[in-house]
């Protein structure tokens, strides 16, 4: 069974997906725009496999990068058994939520899925989910706070009843569809919504030039691809502090997620003005696969 995860940028989709599977398989950062890519999370049971796919938040930005995101989550969310559709109890309203649910084509089964509930009260909670049902008709609706497990429950009972019998998707014991290389670049970029000012991260990528394992562990070299020489600075930092922070905090997060050593991380940054429209730089990338 595959099911499609989808909604605004920022509203859980990716902490949602990591509860759901007890291990983290998606970055996630408080800054929007954070998943790039559809990623998948693999649940196994002893007589079923559920298939998450993880999609980028869908928004109506105008670069070419924007436009790949978004149809990378319509694309996604229509060859699917299922769709959850996560709203943000903190938005103020839902009608672009609305818009978009209703440009979903497919005729799979969806279920709405209230998260950061606990970041407002009840009286709200009570209004927000009036205008809900009256915005997207009878469609179910599950309170959640992914950040703290609530709801975790609510969700699995509501998938199980959706379950059908087919073939397994992925080998048992498969996690998720991405490979080790994919996680590296992650990482990275993770590090860099971290720690860089709100503008650079969402105008750089990460492009890994090297994965090789040699005796001992592994060895990364990375690119960091920036749009202003002045965003390459920013990136760098003074004498090459803010690259090596980024890299030394990545490598870490890959030694325990890997579980093997990282021989070394390196990273380079090269700026690139309008790399975001460029169609064959989004494809070297991986955007738009």
Not at 100 to 106: E, G, K, V
Not at 155 to 166: F, H, K, N, T, W
Not at 231 to 250: D, N
Not at 265 to 274: F, K, S
């Amino acid at each position: 069974m595959k099911l499609g995860i989808v909604g605004l940028p920022n509203v859980g989709k990716s902490t949602m997906l990591n509860a759901l599977l007890s291990k983290k398989v998606s970055i996630v950062s408080p800054k929007a725009q954070t998943t790039r890519d559809s990623i998948m999370g693999v649940l196994n049971f002893s007589d079923a496999q559920i298939v998450f796919v993880d999609t980028p938040g869908i928004f109506f930005g105008k670069a070419k990068l924007d436009s790949t995101m978004r149809k990378a989550a319509f694309s996604s969310s229509r060859d699917v058994d299922a769709i959850l559709y996560l709203l943000d109890a903190g938005c103020r309203s839902y009608e672009e939520d609305a818009k978009i649910f209703s440009s979903i084509h497919s005729e799979a089964p969806r279920i709405l899925i209230l998260n950061k509930i606990d970041l407002i009260g009840p009286e709200e909670a009570n209004r927000k989910k009036q205008e809900i049902a009256a915005l997207f008709g009878d469609v179910k609706l599950i309170e959640a706070s992914f950040k703290t497990n609530f709801g975790l429950k609510d969700v699995r009972e509501a998938i199980l009843p959706l379950l059908s019998d087919g073939p397994a998707y992925f080998p048992e014991g498969t996690i998720t569809d991405k490979d080790q290389s994919y996680m590296a670049k992650e990482a990275i970029r993770e590090k860099m919504l971290r720690f860089l000012r709100n503008e650079v991260p969402h105008q750089a990528a990460v492009r890994i030039d090297k994965f090789v394992r040699k005796p001992g562990g592994l060895v990364i070299e990375a690119t960091v691809l920036v749009e202003k020489e002045s965003h390459k600075a920013i990136v760098i930092g003074k004498g090459g502090a803010m690259v090596k922070k980024i890299a030394m905090s990545a490598r870490q997060q890959l030694q325990e997620s890997f579980h093997e050593r990282i021989l070394s991380l390196t990273i380079e940054v090269e700026a690139i003005p309008g790399w975001r429209d460029d169609p064959k730089i989004l494809a070297s990338l991986g955007y738009g696969k």
